[in-house]
């Protein structure tokens, strides 16, 4: 049984233009757009969750893997706000391009070129990051089993994604790819897009229970993205390791 979570066909596409992660009108502008309200979800939740009142920064000693970290979009403001920031990534061209840029932004972060099931690391982390990550995989289940198994007991993970509704197809889609050009056409496959139960009962064989889940929307007046009640296009979870 091929136990591999990753898709070669979704990886040839982020290699093709890894060199614009980090172009806020490039290929990647939707996730710049997107970014601030990841970050402050994240931080936030993690506040919340780890009571950290001591650290000078809000996120000081807690430590955090970002699985699919891309150019490093989320790793680079997470490890400025005081967290010990790990990411891997099975691009190894996403990678030398974070890589790259932590020489410019001078933060302490490590990079590894890895998918979690190769992932070979000897510390657990207080948090995971699978953000917009599990539409791109192979074999979710095993994707998330390995996943977890980097997370400590009572330690969170997010995971966001897409939600595989008639609405995801015509706004993230049609919408997105074709009519506004916002990402190139065939970033999102809308078979692999996964529903918040589907996710829900992947995560609880993972030792994953939910605890909490929000829908996140644009708003093209304001020009940005919130969280809403409606979670049928784009939403965003909270699990804790049991």
């Not at 190139?184 to 609880?204: A, M, Q, R, S, Y």
Request: charge should be positive.
């Amino acid at each position: 049984m091929n136990t591999s979570t990753i898709n070669e066909a979704e990886l040839e596409k982020f290699n093709k233009i890894a060199e614009e992660w980090w172009d806020p009108n490039g290929k990647f502008k939707p996730l710049h757009k997107f970014n601030p309200i990841r970050i402050e979800y994240i931080k936030d939740n993690i506040i919340k969750d780890f009571n950290n009142s001591k650290g000078k920064k809000p996120l000081d000693g807690v430590s955090i893997l970002d699985i699919g970290c891309g150019g490093g979009l989320l790793s680079e403001p997470l490890a400025r706000l005081g967290a010990n920031v790990v990411g891997i990534d099975a691009s190894k061209r996403n990678i030398d391009v974070a890589k790259h840029h932590l020489n410019k932004s001078k933060l302490k972060i490590k990079y590894y070129n890895s998918s979690p099931e190769n992932f070979l690391y000897d510390k657990k982390f207080d948090v995971i990051l699978n953000m917009e990550i599990v539409e791109h995989v192979d074999n979710v289940q095993n994707f998330m089993n390995e996943s977890s198994k980097f997370l400590n007991k009572n330690g969170i993970m997010f995971v966001a994604t897409l939600n595989q509704t008639l609405k995801s197809y015509i706004f993230a889609i049609i919408g997105a790819e074709y009519i506004l050009r916002w990402l190139p056409i065939g970033t999102h496959d809308w078979n692999k897009f996964v529903k918040p139960d589907e996710l829900e009962k992947i995560c609880k064989i993972s030792s994953l229970s939910l605890k909490k889940i929000d829908g996140v929307k644009f708003n093209p007046i304001l020009n940005k993205w919130s969280l809403s009640s409606d979670k049928s296009v784009n939403y965003i979870t909270k699990y804790k390791k049991n």
